[in-house]
C-alpha cells in the first residue's frame, strides 16, 4: 500500500486537541484529561517534536490537579485523586524534567496505602482493585526513586494469582485475560525484574494469537482488531523478547492503515474517528517496530528510552532495529 | 441547576428500570399541541419505568451540570471534613445540598458512566447518612442498562461497594480457591479489599447479582468487567458453601451452572462466557475436594464413578466444538476445558473424559485436515471450509506444543507460520507441515 506516517499532521491534531474548550467533548473527556496529556506528550516524544506543547503551561496544568488532602493528583481541577492520574502526573512531569514540582514523599506515603492486603492496589480510596493499578504503582514508584518502600512480594504473589489457565492475565483473580491486562502484569514484573514469574511460551503464545488476518491485533479472541493494541501486545511481546513471534509487516501496514490522513490523528481501525489515546500507541506500536524517523520507546514504561536509560531504569526487552528513512 | 437538568435528576432518581439515550432532541413524539397531562416528564420520555432522554438534551443537561457538580463537590467535601470522628450527622448536610449532589452527579453519570468524580460524591453522601445504599443500588442497575454504562468497572465497584456497606462482615477470609500458588494465605477480604466474600449474601441477593451481569452482557457483549464481577459473585457463593450448605445456597450454585451453559449454547462466539465457565468448574472442582456434599459421593463408588448431574465443560465444550466447527471461541474452550486444573482431585476425577476428548478431536482436527471437503454430517457449509481447516490446524499446533513435541524457541518463523493459519494449503502441499514437526 505504501502508507507513510504523517508526522506533521499528527503532530499539528495533537497541538489542536486543547483548543476548544467548550466543546462537549472537551467537558466530556475532562476524568481523562492528566492521562490525555501524557498520551500526547509520549507521542510527541516519540515523534520528536516534545517542544510542540507549551512546556510551562503543560507543568502548571499537572499542578493544578494536585489534590492536597490525598497528596495525589486528579485527572483535572475538581476530579478525584486516583492512581492513574497520578501516574500519569509523574510521567508528564518526568518528561519535562519537572519532577522537583512533586511533594514526593506525600505521594509515595498515597500511592503505598493503596495496597490492599492480598497485594494488588486499589485506584484510590474507595477501594476499586485492578492489576491496572497495581501497575501504576510499581511505575510510579520506581519513577521516584522509591521502589525499594514496595513489599515486592506481596506484589509479585498477586499478579501471580491473575495468570489464567490459557497464559494470559486478567485484572484481577478470576477475571478473563486481555491484553491490557497482560501488559500491565508483565510491565510490573519487569519493572520488579520478577519475569520468571511468567511461563514464557504460553503467554507469547497466547499474545501471537492476538494477531488477525489484517494484520491488527486484538485484546482478545474474537474481538476485533485495535490500534492500541500494537502497544499493549507489542510491548509486552518486546518484553519478553518475542516481538519475531507477529507478523512486523502487516501490524506495521495495519496501524499506518488507521491514520486520518484529512485531519491527522490515528483511530482504533481504518475510517474511525482518531483520538489522542489511539495516536499515541499507534506511534508507540511503530517505534517498537523499528519504523524509521521515530525515536526509541521504552515498552515497560511507555516513555522515551534514552529518558528511561538515564534514570538506570532501562530493562532488558528488545524492539526491532530502527529501519533507515528512505 | 437548571430546570433541565433538575428535571433530568428528579426521574434518574426513580431508578428507572432501564434508561437509553434516544437519536435527536425528542421533537418526534412531542406535539408541540400536546397536553402538560400526557406526558408530565417531558421532554424526557417514562414509559412502564423506561427512561427515555433525547442526546441532544442529555448533552445540554451535561454541560449544565459540570459547573453545578463542581459547585456541590465542594460542598461536599466541606462536609465530609467535618464529619465528627464518631460517625455521620444527618443533621448536617441541608436536603437542598444533598439534591443538588444527587441532581447534578446522576446527569453527568448518565452521559458520563465513567466520570468517577459524580461516583464518589454519591458514596460521600452514603458515608455522611443522607443516601440510601439499597436505593443507590437500584439506582446502579439503571445506569447498567446504558450501553455506555453496563462495561464500566466503576459501577460495577460501585455495586460491590454498596453491599459491603448493605450486608455486614460474617466472616473475615475467602475460602480456599483453587489458587495459582500454594503459598497463597486463606485470607483475602482484608478490611477495604474489593471482594464479596464472607458477607453473608444470600441466594436471593446473588441471583440478583448474576440476573444483572446477565442482562448487562446482553446490553453489551463480551463485557469484560461484568464477568469479571459474575466472578466475585461465584466466588463468594462458593466461599458461603464452605460453611453453609443449605439447600438455598446450593440451589443458586447449581442455577449459575446451568445458566452458564445454556448462555454458551446460545453464544457460540463469546469466549469470555467460556473461560468463566472454566474458573466455574475450578470453583466447583474446589468445593468437591474440599469434601462438600454438592457432588456428594454415593456409598458403593469410588472417585472415578461420581454420577455426574451435568457434564463437566470437556464434554460441553466437545460437543460444541463438533457441532459448530467454524467457531473459534468453541476450540478455545475446549482447550481450556483440557488444560490440566490446579487441583490433585480434579486431576483424578477428569483424565479419562479428557483423554477421550483429547484423542477425539486430534481425529476430528486431522479430518478437517486431510480432505477439505469433509462436512462432518452437515456442521460445515462451503464457504467455511478454509476457517475450519485454520481452527483445526492451530488446535494441533496447540496440542504438540503441550505435548512437547513442537518447539517454539529458534522458529520464530514456525510461530508465525502457525499463527497466521497458512491459509488454503496450494496443490501437493503437505497442509500445515509444522503439525507433523516434532
Same mark, same amino acid.
Given at each position: 500500500?505504501?502508507?507513510?506516517?504523517?508526522?506533521?499532521?499528527?503532530?499539528?491534531?495533537?497541538?489542536?486537541?486543547?483548543?476548544?474548550?467548550?466543546?462537549?467533548?472537551?467537558?466530556?473527556?475532562?476524568?481523562?484529561?492528566?492521562?490525555?496529556?501524557?498520551?500526547?506528550?509520549?507521542?510527541?516524544?516519540?515523534?520528536?517534536?516534545?517542544?510542540?506543547?507549551?512546556?510551562?503551561?503543560?507543568?502548571?496544568?499537572?499542578?493544578?490537579?494536585?489534590?492536597?488532602?490525598?497528596?495525589?493528583?486528579?485527572?483535572?481541577?475538581?476530579?478525584?485523586?486516583?492512581?492513574?492520574?497520578?501516574?500519569?502526573?509523574?510521567?508528564?512531569?518526568?518528561?519535562?524534567?519537572?519532577?522537583?514540582?512533586?511533594?514526593?514523599?506525600?505521594?509515595?506515603?498515597?500511592?503505598?496505602?493503596?495496597?490492599?492486603?492480598?497485594?494488588?492496589?486499589?485506584?484510590?480510596?474507595?477501594?476499586?482493585?485492578?492489576?491496572?493499578?497495581?501497575?501504576?504503582?510499581?511505575?510510579?514508584?520506581?519513577?521516584?526513586?522509591?521502589?525499594?518502600?514496595?513489599?515486592?512480594?506481596?506484589?509479585?504473589?498477586?499478579?501471580?494469582?491473575?495468570?489464567?489457565?490459557?497464559?494470559?492475565?486478567?485484572?484481577?483473580?478470576?477475571?478473563?485475560?486481555?491484553?491490557?491486562?497482560?501488559?500491565?502484569?508483565?510491565?510490573?514484573?519487569?519493572?520488579?525484574?520478577?519475569?520468571?514469574?511468567?511461563?514464557?511460551?504460553?503467554?507469547?503464545?497466547?499474545?501471537?494469537?492476538?494477531?488477525?488476518?489484517?494484520?491488527?491485533?486484538?485484546?482478545?479472541?474474537?474481538?476485533?482488531?485495535?490500534?492500541?493494541?500494537?502497544?499493549?501486545?507489542?510491548?509486552?511481546?518486546?518484553?519478553?523478547?518475542?516481538?519475531?513471534?507477529?507478523?512486523?509487516?502487516?501490524?506495521?501496514?495495519?496501524?499506518?492503515?488507521?491514520?486520518?490522513?484529512?485531519?491527522?490523528?490515528?483511530?482504533?481501525?481504518?475510517?474511525?474517528?482518531?483520538?489522542?489515546?489511539?495516536?499515541?500507541?499507534?506511534?508507540?506500536?511503530?517505534?517498537?517496530?523499528?519504523?524509521?524517523?521515530?525515536?526509541?520507546?521504552?515498552?515497560?514504561?511507555?516513555?522515551?528510552?534514552?529518558?528511561?536509560?538515564?534514570?538506570?531504569?532501562?530493562?532488558?526487552?528488545?524492539?526491532?532495529?530502527?529501519?533507515?528513512?528512505? | 441547576?437548571?430546570?433541565?437538568?433538575?428535571?433530568?435528576?428528579?426521574?434518574?432518581?426513580?431508578?428507572?428500570?432501564?434508561?437509553?439515550?434516544?437519536?435527536?432532541?425528542?421533537?418526534?413524539?412531542?406535539?408541540?399541541?400536546?397536553?402538560?397531562?400526557?406526558?408530565?416528564?417531558?421532554?424526557?420520555?417514562?414509559?412502564?419505568?423506561?427512561?427515555?432522554?433525547?442526546?441532544?438534551?442529555?448533552?445540554?443537561?451535561?454541560?449544565?451540570?459540570?459547573?453545578?457538580?463542581?459547585?456541590?463537590?465542594?460542598?461536599?467535601?466541606?462536609?465530609?471534613?467535618?464529619?465528627?470522628?464518631?460517625?455521620?450527622?444527618?443533621?448536617?448536610?441541608?436536603?437542598?445540598?444533598?439534591?443538588?449532589?444527587?441532581?447534578?452527579?446522576?446527569?453527568?453519570?448518565?452521559?458520563?458512566?465513567?466520570?468517577?468524580?459524580?461516583?464518589?460524591?454519591?458514596?460521600?453522601?452514603?458515608?455522611?447518612?443522607?443516601?440510601?445504599?439499597?436505593?443507590?443500588?437500584?439506582?446502579?442497575?439503571?445506569?447498567? $442498562?446504558?450501553?455506555?454504562?453496563?462495561?464500566?468497572?466503576?459501577?460495577?465497584?460501585?455495586?460491590?461497594?454498596?453491599?459491603?456497606?448493605?450486608?455486614?462482615?460474617?466472616?473475615?477470609?475467602?475460602?480456599?480457591? *483453587?489458587?495459582?500458588?500454594?503459598?497463597?494465605?486463606?485470607?483475602?477480604?482484608?478490611?477495604?479489599?474489593?471482594?464479596?466474600?464472607?458477607?453473608?449474601?444470600?441466594?436471593?441477593?446473588?441471583?440478583?447479582?448474576?440476573?444483572?451481569?446477565?442482562?448487562?452482557?446482553?446490553?453489551?457483549?463480551?463485557?469484560?468487567?461484568?464477568?469479571?464481577?459474575?466472578?466475585?459473585?461465584?466466588?463468594?457463593?462458593? $466461599?458461603?458453601?464452605?460453611?453453609?450448605?443449605?439447600?438455598?445456597?446450593?440451589?443458586?450454585?447449581?442455577?449459575?451452572?446451568?445458566?452458564?451453559?445454556?448462555?454458551?449454547?446460545?453464544?457460540?462466539?463469546?469466549?469470555?462466557?467460556?473461560?468463566?465457565?472454566?474458573?466455574?468448574?475450578?470453583?466447583?472442582?474446589?468445593?468437591?475436594?474440599?469434601?462438600?456434599?454438592?457432588?456428594?459421593?454415593?456409598?458403593?463408588? $469410588?472417585?472415578?464413578?461420581?454420577?455426574?448431574?451435568?457434564?463437566?465443560?470437556?464434554?460441553?465444550?466437545? $460437543?460444541?466444538?463438533?457441532?459448530?466447527?467454524?467457531?473459534?471461541?468453541?476450540?478455545?474452550?475446549?482447550?481450556?476445558?483440557?488444560?490440566?486444573?490446579?487441583?490433585?482431585?480434579?486431576?483424578?476425577?477428569?483424565?479419562?473424559?479428557?483423554?477421550?476428548?483429547?484423542?477425539?478431536?486430534?481425529?476430528?482436527?486431522?479430518?478437517?485436515?486431510?480432505?477439505?471437503?469433509?462436512?462432518?454430517?452437515?456442521?460445515?457449509?462451503?464457504?467455511?471450509?478454509?476457517?475450519?481447516?485454520?481452527?483445526?490446524?492451530?488446535?494441533?499446533?496447540?496440542?504438540?506444543?503441550?505435548?512437547?513435541?513442537?518447539?517454539?524457541?529458534?522458529?520464530?518463523?514456525?510461530?508465525?507460520?502457525?499463527?497466521?493459519?497458512?491459509?488454503?494449503?496450494?496443490?501437493?502441499?503437505? *497442509?500445515?507441515?509444522?503439525?507433523?514437526?516434532?
Amino acid at each position: 500500500m505504501g502508507l507513510t506516517l504523517d508526522i506533521p499532521l499528527h503532530v499539528k491534531y495533537i497541538q489542536s486537541l486543547g483548543e476548544n474548550k467548550d466543546d462537549l467533548v472537551y467537558h466530556l473527556t475532562a476524568h481523562l484529561r492528566m492521562n490525555a496529556i501524557y498520551w500526547g506528550l509520549t507521542a510527541l516524544c516519540v515523534m520528536k517534536q516534545k517542544d510542540a506543547l507549551n512546556r510551562d503551561e503543560m507543568i502548571e496544568f499537572v499542578m493544578s490537579c494536585w489534590d492536597d488532602e490525598a497528596g495525589a493528583f486528579g485527572a483535572h481541577p475538581d476530579h478525584d485523586a486516583h492512581l492513574l492520574s497520578t501516574l500519569s502526573a509523574i510521567q508528564v512531569l518526568t518528561m519535562q524534567d519537572a519532577l522537583e514540582r512533586v511533594d514526593i514523599p506525600r505521594v509515595v506515603k498515597y500511592i503505598l496505602s493503596l495496597q490492599q492486603s492480598s497485594g494488588v492496589f486499589a485506584g484510590d480510596a474507595y477501594g476499586e482493585v485492578d492489576t491496572r493499578f497495581l501497575c501504576c504503582a510499581v511505575l510510579a514508584l520506581s519513577l521516584l526513586g522509591r521502589l525499594h518502600e514496595l513489599d515486592v512480594e506481596k506484589t509479585v504473589g498477586y499478579i501471580r494469582r491473575c495468570r489464567n489457565f490459557d497464559g494470559g492475565f486478567g485484572a484481577r483473580e478470576g477475571a478473563e485475560s486481555h491484553a491490557a491486562q497482560v501488559f500491565v502484569c508483565v510491565a510490573a514484573l519487569a519493572v520488579l525484574d520478577r519475569l520468571d514469574e511468567i511461563d514464557q511460551d504460553s503467554l507469547g503464545w497466547w499474545l501471537a494469537e492476538r494477531q488477525l488476518p489484517n494484520g491488527g491485533l486484538n485484546g482478545r479472541p474474537e474481538k476485533l482488531e485495535d490500534v492500541c493494541y500494537s502497544f499493549w501486545v507489542l510491548s509486552a511481546m518486546s518484553i519478553l523478547n518475542k516481538i519475531p513471534w507477529i507478523n512486523a509487516k502487516k501490524l506495521t501496514a495495519f496501524i499506518l492503515s488507521a491514520q486520518d490522513l484529512e485531519h491527522g490523528g490515528i483511530a482504533d481501525r481504518p475510517g474511525d474517528q482518531p483520538d489522542v489515546f489511539h495516536t499515541n500507541f499507534g506511534v508507540a506500536g511503530l517505534s517498537l517496530l523499528g519504523y524509521p524517523g521515530l525515536d526509541d520507546l521504552d515498552p515497560v514504561y511507555c516513555m522515551p528510552a534514552s529518558l528511561i536509560e538515564s534514570k538506570g531504569l532501562r530493562k532488558g526487552w528488545t524492539a526491532l532495529p530502527r529501519r533507515e528513512l528512505a | 441547576m437548571s430546570a433541565l437538568s433538575r428535571k433530568l435528576g428528579q426521574l434518574l432518581a426513580k431508578s428507572p428500570v432501564s434508561i437509553e439515550l434516544l437519536p435527536g432532541d425528542g421533537s418526534e413524539w412531542l406535539a408541540e399541541d400536546m397536553p402538560e397531562e400526557s406526558n408530565p416528564h417531558a421532554p424526557f420520555l417514562l414509559m412502564e419505568g423506561n427512561l427515555g432522554v433525547p442526546r441532544k438534551l442529555a448533552y445540554k443537561a451535561y454541560l449544565e451540570s459540570v459547573p453545578a457538580f463542581r459547585r456541590s463537590r465542594t460542598v461536599l467535601h466541606a462536609y465530609l471534613r467535618v464529619t465528627p470522628a464518631t460517625g455521620p450527622s444527618l443533621d448536617l448536610v441541608s436536603a437542598e445540598d444533598v439534591a443538588d449532589i444527587l441532581d447534578s452527579s446522576s446527569v453527568l453519570l448518565l452521559v458520563n458512566p465513567a466520570h468517577q468524580s459524580a461516583l464518589n460524591a454519591r458514596k460521600g453522601l452514603l458515608t455522611l447518612g443522607a443516601l440510601d445504599a439499597t436505593r443507590e443500588l437500584r439506582f446502579a442497575s439503571s445506569l447498567l $442498562t446504558l450501553h455506555e454504562g453496563a462495561k464500566q468497572s466503576v459501577l460495577w465497584h460501585h455495586r460491590r461497594w454498596l453491599l459491603r456497606r448493605i450486608y455486614s462482615l460474617v466472616s473475615s477470609s475467602c475460602g480456599e480457591t *483453587p489458587s495459582r500458588s500454594s503459598d497463597i494465605p486463606g485470607s483475602l477480604a482484608g478490611d477495604g479489599e474489593d471482594s464479596l466474600c464472607g458477607l453473608g449474601l444470600d441466594s436471593d441477593v446473588l441471583s440478583t447479582e448474576f440476573a444483572i451481569v446477565q442482562r448487562a452482557c446482553e446490553i453489551y457483549p463480551r463485557n469484560y468487567h461484568a464477568w469479571a464481577h459474575r466472578y466475585l459473585c461465584a466466588e463468594a457463593l462458593a $466461599t458461603a458453601l464452605r460453611g453453609d450448605t443449605g439447600p438455598g445456597l446450593m440451589d443458586a450454585w447449581q442455577q449459575e451452572r446451568d445458566r452458564i451453559r445454556q448462555w454458551i449454547e446460545r453464544h457460540v462466539s463469546d469466549y469470555s462466557a467460556m473461560q468463566y465457565a472454566c474458573h466455574l468448574e475450578d470453583l466447583d472442582r474446589g468445593l468437591a475436594a474440599s469434601g462438600e456434599p454438592i457432588t456428594a459421593v454415593p456409598a458403593g463408588h $469410588t472417585q472415578e464413578k461420581i454420577p455426574e448431574e451435568r457434564e463437566s465443560v470437556v464434554e460441553h465444550a466437545w $460437543t460444541l466444538v463438533q457441532a459448530y466447527p467454524s467457531h473459534k471461541s468453541l476450540w478455545l474452550y475446549l482447550r481450556g476445558a483440557l488444560r490440566p486444573q490446579f487441583s490433585p482431585a480434579a486431576l483424578r476425577l477428569g483424565s479419562a473424559t479428557s483423554d477421550r476428548v483429547r484423542d477425539g478431536a486430534r481425529a476430528l482436527a486431522e479430518r478437517f485436515l486431510s480432505d477439505g471437503s469433509a462436512d462432518h454430517g452437515g456442521s460445515v457449509s462451503p464457504g467455511e471450509h478454509a476457517l475450519v481447516r485454520r481452527h483445526a490446524a492451530r488446535f494441533l499446533a496447540w496440542l504438540s506444543w503441550q505435548e512437547g513435541k513442537l518447539k517454539l524457541h529458534g522458529r520464530e518463523g514456525a510461530v508465525r507460520e502457525i499463527m497466521a493459519g497458512g491459509g488454503e494449503p496450494r496443490q501437493g502441499d503437505a *497442509p500445515y507441515s509444522f503439525v507433523s514437526s516434532v
